[in-house]
């Protein structure tokens, strides 16, 4: 059939994802990189995600496309709220509960205190090639879609933000980045969520100092900036923070 549906220009897009966010119906996926709708049954035409959009990249075109499918829609809405519903209480399990559940989600923190003891020695044996890495993790777990809203290693935490690619693409990750920091880690384009949310209520609801946000320079990866920034002023509180992007070959190009 002929309709009204929307248009995608994917040479303005950047990738921000705020239109796949809006569209309440589904339609849209962010892939490599690129707004794409993708599923032209699920878009009704009305365009929630139009005055979304920064760069003005969607408009509205007249042209065969498949008929809108309430039906489908109500579905896979029903599902994405039924795999929320479940997160929500599985973080509140792992919240209530820390020595229960999934091992590998149940709530733990790290002394490293022996381990700086021998960082002078690392140090020294440096100049022979053979100095050993000091683990900086002070927590599990980092999955932001993991963690608990409020823990006790939050209390006068600084708290790092880090897209989960940085510690592959920075070698000097924990000693330059995670040092004396509560790292959270998430990939907006894979999970596919919105952390706002959920980083609004730690920084909220829990005594934070600082925020350091670590992304990479693709342009999927400004969502993990973006819910960081949404976060900080949902959570009506001044504090510090810094935003560093690194480069896909492991440099620091913006901070």
């Known amino acids: 059939m002929v309709r009204q549906i929307i248009h995608i220009d994917e040479e303005k897009c950047t990738g921000c994802g705020i239109c796949a966010n809006a569209c309440h119906e589904g339609a849209i996926d962010i892939i490599d990189g690129k707004a794409k709708l993708v599923r032209e049954n699920f878009c009704d035409g009305f365009g929630d995600c139009l005055p979304e959009c920064p760069t003005g990249a969607i408009t509205f075109e007249t042209r065969e496309a498949p008929e809108y499918d309430e039906a489908k829609v109500k579905e896979a809405k029903a599902k994405k709220e039924a795999a929320k519903a479940m ?42 090639g053979v100095a050993r890495p000091v683990l900086r993790l002070q927590q599990w777990p980092v999955q932001i879609k993991l963690l608990p809203t409020e823990a006790p290693f939050y209390n006068g935490a600084k708290l790092l933000i880090a897209a989960d690619c940085t510690a592959y693409a920075y070698a000097n990750m924990h000693e330059d980045f995670m040092k004396g920091k509560v ?44 819910a960081a920034e949404n976060a900080l002023r949902a959570s009506g509180k001044f504090i510090p923070w810094q935003v560093v992007v690194i480069s896909r070959d492991g440099k620091i190009i913006d901070e």
């Open 183 to 226: 790292t959270l880690i998430g990939c907006p384009k894979l999970d596919d969520i919105d952390y706002t949310e959920k980083l609004t209520e730690i920084i909220a609801n829990n005594d934070i100092k600082s925020v350091t946000v670590v992304r990479m320079e693709v342009p999927c990866c400004g969502g993990i900036q973006r």
């Open 87 to 128: 997160n929500e209480e599985f973080n509140h399990e792992v919240h209530d509960y820390p020595f229960g559940g999934c091992p590998g989600s149940r709530m733990m923190t790290f002394d490293h205190s022996a381990d700086e003891a021998n960082e002078g020695a690392a140090e020294a044996s440096a100049s022979s």
